[in-house]
């Protein structure tokens, strides 16, 4: 039986619920290794149920391990809600309102449909060796995509040239983006998710440059922000303010400590710096699967970092119509320092 299938089934008892249907895909990939386009799970004390349809059920037999294979002929919901009885936790999260209400027009009498979701997503957080090799991959892969990108230069080529080229050479090295790509430079700096766009980059100007790469299906995420030639006193000025309160947080990322608290340490250093008004998102944010999941580094976060996450640390300023500062590292969360996934150097590097 699937160790992750297991961990569920104890979880989804703690919960006081008799099973758990899991609809949505990044989980049922995670429990049980599909990656097709339809499957949901069934799971309970003695239940670990993969449902898919026809077009899947060679792919399921090659890649699902630990759950019984079911392939639904016809009626999708009807033989979901036929495996399902007592408490049932169906996530609230991912589901539609209009799924949910054909599924509780075919549930067997007695099946009550509780809203659980997260459940999947809290098993998530913490990463096997496994998983922590796909996603160092990943980040080592986006590192070289960052040094193909900065040798072909930054300045007289328009923002969506340097991110499509980038995006391009993740895909020929093997990998996906595992987002779009962000290439802001000088005043576009200033928007936390620019869209690169045609305007040409500029010598002197500040770039904020965000990628990350997806091999097996894992995540990196990384920002540095270059410069095209000197930058001037003020752009100096603001980066060491941000590559400082990014090493203080860094130092601050150990088990046990509270997403918020780390986030405060760099709140706390770039207020100082005058521009506390200026870092208008959260710290950090957990990478995986998905390249935003839990848990959460801001000043809203109840999450506390256990050993095996993988966090990013990414303070920012950003001043309108000038220019953006971000440093984004990818870390192992331990029970002492944190492993750095991130292996580009933080000093602010000056790129023809
Ligand atoms: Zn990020
Ligand atoms: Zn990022």
Redesign the pocket.
Known sequence: MSSRGDRLAALVAESELDFLLVTNLVNVRYLTGFTGTNGACVCGPEARIFLTDFRYTQRAKEEVDGWDVVTVADDWLGEIAERLAGKTGFEDDHMSVRTLERLKGKLPEGVEPVAAGGKVEQLRRVKDERELQAIAAASKLADEVWAWSLERGLAGRTERDVAGAAEARIRELGAKPSFPAIVAAGPNGALPHAEPGEREIGRGELVVFDMGAELDGYCS?GTRTFATGEPGEHAREVYGLVQAAQAAALEEVTAGVAGEAVDAVARKAIEAGGHGDRFGHGL??GVGLEVHEAPRLSHRSEDVLMSGEVV?V?PGVYLPEELGVRI?DLVVVTEGRCRNLSGLPKDLQIVE
Request: hydrophobic share 0%; proline share 0%.
């Open positions: 995420d950090g944010h990013t990414e984004e």
